[in-house]
């Protein structure tokens, strides 16, 4: 069979009853004492309604933290952050890539059941006591399955029975596989599988989300990638009422692809817009709301694991789904506007709720709204990079490549990008010559020969004689580009280098073993005997920088080679090593560098690759894509911490800086229409109730870290508009607003301030006519 087996992976989800997986890390158990029980089981089985297990049935909330996107040390606080958030399972990939590098020792079956085999034998599956209670074989085949015809048809039934017979004791799953062989779950990937998914390929299948993309991760050249916590909220919340029993948000901690694990293109920061993001802070409001989410669901638990279920249009834009349990009191219903611009209100049994636009209501009783997904009751945050006050100035030294101009040839033609570096560097050089008499020059100085470079990706840095000539590049979208530059020949020998540059493996898509990248054509343009195409000239080739090869990366290898100051002029040469030391930044807050002033290269904290950057590489927006890359605190010593760059273009490193990170910037923004928060509400002895005496609707602002509220830098109740870091005045606003503020919260790590117009409108309604909100934002420290 052709190989479509080159990016496949497998998937394990754990629970949160014990030790998660690789982690280690134990969390408590999410089924409920009073729970109603199936027959008794161990392990993990399933029906049509859900996962059952160990006879138990429950809604699962999972979210995607990747182990080789973070450091070990990450790991407890990102796991105590998830069950905070709500969840109660753990979804992970095991990656073959970091797990089996070298091809040949690489085939699936081999390595599916060694992955198994070890996970049997810490007995880490639920059958046997442990925490998994899910796997997944292949990923996303659905998309190239096609292009491989029956053969692909044939190796879907093949992958899927031959995980089933590896007896795990727990359910295996295919995402977007409608022809999931046997007992193998088909599951859905996306954006609003509630109203997508098609369904399970057999009725006695449960309903499973896979994939819950929170945002999308950025190549690039990208834009931003955003998704709103309204839009997420109300996939969740839809995916619930239509029978769905487990959600996993993709990704659930944004993640780094350090070193240079990053696929095509792709940037160093992998999903930042999650709600955990890259540095392992809360994305306010994303984190919260949906807390707030799985907390009205779970308020919904045994409605929906036990009721039977109806739906009723109560206009062409408003359905409401109800879950009932007959006998019993035991009711949930779920009010949803489709409309994506106008607000609805809804007459249901016999009372009328506000619906904004493109939202669910969550009635736990049938009767009290806990939670409208459009209506953000959770703290916002906003996130500062700060200078750090230790490092102050780098003392940059510098150590340049020397250009090879003659390597032996070793083919007639430039030789494959992917093939001659075999993941063991984004680079090689190309080198040739080329003998030029007189004639063939033009003796006006105004006209120049143009070198150019048709490639296949992804990127190019071009010398001729030794000299900077320019650089070019691809897209993730088009890998392919022309480098055409002016050059400066001379009659006689001129040497012409070009180094080859890769942003990544592919990652996706059929037949991946016919990709190509590298210089496929090469020409000089502009002669008096008019265009030479020297494509198969006979190329020499070189695997990767001298820089690499004497690891001037790390301690014992930055002694090497001649190390000297920067140019105070201008710029310094183009691939150019420059290192300096560092001591570690003041407090516990994330630690990353700003890459202001550099191109495109690798950075690397004492030995430790932290990722590709790319400052050239614009947004649309007209900035870079990506210019602060997080230093994991593991991989830093109190002191003199040793930083290199590997920059390939000419640049000057004095701009860069080494930053803390923090979301010290809290928000609240709550109106009269907002209902009371559903940390109000309990469900205790099996009855619906508020946890205190009345519930009310108010602003709420807790510290990160027990850190004080030490400013309030806005505050105004009345029509306030913006958004966390950028709220202003509406057309009014209470006087005493930053004043009830202050008085509530300065100094407290946490306050609550209720709407209250007796608090607010001492001296009169100066609008009464509008429906208050309030709007804060302050300054921990």
Not at 23 to 40: D, G, R
Not at 60 to 87: C, Q, V
Not at 218 to 238: N, W
Request: proline share 6%; hydrophobic share 35%; glycine share 8%.
């Amino acid at each position: 069979m052709t190989d479509p087996l080159s990016d496949r992976k497998m998937v394990v989800a754990a629970a949160a009853t014990a030790a998660f997986l690789l982690l280690l890390i134990v969390l408590a158990s999410p089924i409920a004492a009073h729970e109603e029980k199936l027959e008794k089981g161990e392990g993990v089985t399933y029906d049509a309604r859900s996962l059952i297990i160990h006879g138990k049935r429950e809604l699962l909330f999972s979210g995607s933290i990747h182990y080789p996107r973070t450091t070990p040390d990450m790991w407890p606080k990102l796991l105590e952050d998830a069950k905070r958030g709500g969840l109660n399972v753990i979804q992970t990939y095991v990656f073959w890539n970091i797990h089996e590098p070298e091809e040949g020792k690489q085939h699936m079956e081999r390595f599916v059941k060694m992955i198994v085999d070890k996970l049997k034998d810490a007995k880490l599956f639920a059958g046997q006591g442990g925490p998994i209670i899910l796997a997944q074989i292949e990923n996303e085949y659905n998309t190239v399955q096609l292009a491989y015809r029956e053969l692909g048809n044939k190796y879907v039934q093949w992958a899927g029975n031959m995980a089933v017979g590896l007896n795990i004791g727990v359910p295996w799953v295919m995402c977007k596989q409608r022809d999931a062989p046997g007992p193998v779950i088909n599951s859905c990937n996306g954006r609003q599988c509630g109203d997508t998914f098609s369904g399970p390929n057999k009725p006695n299948k449960p309903l499973l989300w896979t994939e819950n993309w929170t945002a999308q991760f950025r190549v690039f050249g990208d834009p931003p990638s955003q998704r709103s916590a309204e839009d997420t909220a109300f996939s969740v919340a839809r995916w619930f009422s239509k029978n769905g029993s487990l959600v996993n948000y993709y990704m659930y901690h944004g993640g780094t692809n350090l070193a240079r694990t990053a696929a095509s293109f792709v940037t160093t920061r992998y999903y930042d817009e999650a709600p955990i993001d890259e540095f392992g802070l809360e994305r306010g409001p994303k984190y919260g709301h949906l807390k707030d989410v799985h907390k009205a669901l779970n308020l919904c638990k045994r409605a929906l694991l036990w009721g039977s279920t109806s739906a009723q249009r109560l206009n062409p834009d408003v359905e409401v789904r109800i879950y009932e349990q007959s006998g019993t009191d035991v009711c949930a219903a779920f009010l949803t506007n489709n409309h994506t611009r106008l607000a609805h209100t809804a007459n249901f049994k016999g009372q009328d709720y506000y619906l904004p636009p493109r939202s669910i209501s969550i009635l736990p009783d049938c009767k009290t709204v806990v939670l409208n997904t459009a209506t953000i009751l959770a703290q916002h945050n906003s996130r500062n990079f700060v200078r750090s006050s230790v490092t102050n100035k780098l003392d940059w030294k510098m150590n340049s490549e020397v250009i090879p101009v003659d390597l032996k040839v070793t083919s007639s033609t430039p030789m494959e990008l992917y093939f001659l570096t075999k993941d063991k560097t984004d680079y090689a050089w190309y080198t040739t010559t080329i003998n030029l008499s007189p004639r063939d020059l033009s003796m006006r100085k105004d006209i120049l020969p143009v070198i150019r470079v048709a490639s296949l990706g992804h990127a190019m840095v071009a010398f001729v004689n030794g000299q900077f000539v320019g650089s070019a590049h691809g897209s993730q979208i088009d890998k392919s580009f022309v480098l055409q530059k002016s050059v400066e020949l001379k009659p006689g020998i001129n040497y012409i280098s070009l180094l080859g540059t890769l942003v990544g493996l592919p990652d996706s898509g059929a037949y991946m073993e016919h990709r190509f990248a590298g210089p496929r054509g090469v020409s000089i343009l502009g002669l008096n005997t008019g265009t030479l195409d020297i494509s198969e000239n006979g190329w020499g080739n070189q695997v990767g920088l001298i820089g690499e090869h004497d690891e001037l990366f790390n301690e014992d290898g930055s002694k090497k080679g001649k190390w000297t100051d920067l140019p105070k002029v201008g710029k310094g040469p183009p691939l150019t090593w420059y290192k300096a030391k560092f001591d570690t930044p003041e407090g516990n807050d994330p630690v990353a560098v700003s890459m202001y002033g550099m191109i495109k290269g690798m950075i690397w904290v004492n030995g430790n690759a932290i990722g590709r950057y790319w400052m050239s590489y614009v947004s649309p927006l007209g900035d870079s894509t990506q210019a602060e890359y997080l230093i994991p605190r593991s991989y830093l010593k109190p002191k003199e911490n040793l930083i290199v760059v590997l920059e390939e273009e000419p640049a000057h490193p004095s701009n860069i800086t080494i930053l803390t990170v923090n979301r010290d910037t809290i928000c609240s923004y709550v109106s009269e229409l907002s209902p009371p928060s559903v940390r109000q509400w309990e469900r205790k002895d099996d009855k619906f109730k508020p946890v205190g005496p009345e519930a009310k609707v108010g602003a709420r602002l807790k510290c990160p870290n027990r850190k004080k509220i030490d400013v309030v830098d806005f505050a105004s109740y009345g029509d306030p508009y913006g958004a966390c870091g950028g709220f202003a005045q509406g057309r009014c606003s209470s006087p005493v607003s930053k004043q009830v503020i202050e008085q509530n919260c300065l100094g407290k790590d946490m306050c609550d301030v209720p709407l209250d117009k007796g608090i607010f409108e001492k001296n009169g309604d100066p609008c009464p006519e509008v429906k208050k909100t309030l709007a804060v934002q302050v300054t921990c420290r």
